[in-house]
T-cell receptor, first 115, second 113 residues
Framework: DTEVTQTPKHLVMGMTNKKSLKCEQHMGHRAMYWYKQKAKKPPELMFVYSYEKLSINESVPSRFSPECPNSSLLNLHLHALQPEDSALYLC??????????????FGPGTRLTVL | AQSVSQHNHHVILSEAASLELGCNYSYGGTVNLFWYVQYPGQHLQLLLKYFSGDPLVKGIKGFEAEFIKSKFSFNLRKPSVQWSDTAEYFCAVNLSGTYKYIFGTGTRLKVLA
């Protein structure tokens, strides 16, 4: 199984809502990533978890809160977002972030619209 | 700052034509290099990668890429494209030994049947 799943596929939320994005993989990977991709732009790294611990936060605003409850799951909690946060949010996993030759496996993404 | 450039934003080819997509990066240290593809309605998936050894690497579906260190380039090639190669192609650079992945802006390829 080389699949990374993400739910929901689409999400529309208001600026005062609280919602969560979910990512799951069963490949035994110990590194998991959140990326943000705006239209016609490349994916931009947001967070990296390694062995369920937050390793990297690329200066992401606190209205985005990641969580890694176990080695297979990665959540992204959203609160008080702005319309400019509307984007495709991609999750990826790899065997181990320290082995940077590892392939990242990407999920299909969650398309988020903030009204 | 490190960056990855893909000069061709949109490419239109007829079937059987040859393809070359450019990728240049700016970083003086050791890098690992990737090409990812995103077919319509599908997620990003790896085409090929280079991290050491033979600078000419072969990937899936007949794609290959050549790392030219002196030119900071990692161009993607395919001798004869097919309609099914219609997709968006991203070059990505990983700064060796780090988590840091930087993606290029992507090239949208359309192959006419």
């Amino acid at each position: 199984d080389t699949e990374v799943t993400q739910t929901p596929k689409h999400l529309v939320m208001g600026m005062t809502n609280k919602k969560s994005l979910k990512c799951e993989q069963h490949m035994g990977h110990r590194a998991m990533y959140w990326y943000k991709q705006k239209a016609k732009k490349p994916p931009e790294l947001m967070f990296v978890y390694s062995y369920e611990k937050l390793s990297i936060n690329e200066s992401v605003p606190s209205r985005f809160s990641p969580e890694c409850p176990n080695s297979s799951l990665l959540n992204l909690h959203l609160h008080a977002l702005q319309p400019e946060d509307s984007a495709l949010y991609l999750c990826a996993s790899s065997r181990d972030r320290t082995a940077s030759t590892d392939t990242q496996y990407f999920g299909p993404g969650t398309r988020l619209t903030v009204l | 700052a490190q960056s990855v450039s893909q000069h061709n934003h949109h490419v239109i080819l007829s079937e059987a034509a040859s393809l070359e997509l450019g990728c240049n990066y700016s970083y003086g240290g050791t890098v690992n290099l990737f090409w990812y593809v995103q077919y319509p309605g599908q997620h990003l998936q790896l085409l090929l990668k280079y991290f050491s050894g033979d600078p000419l690497v072969k990937g899936i579906k007949g794609f290959e890429a050549e790392f030219i260190k002196s030119k900071f380039s990692f161009n993607l090639r395919k001798p004869s494209v097919q309609w099914s190669d219609t997709a968006e192609y991203f070059c990505a650079v990983n700064l060796s030994g780090t988590y840091k992945y930087i993606f290029g802006t992507g090239t949208r390829l359309k192959v006419l049947a």
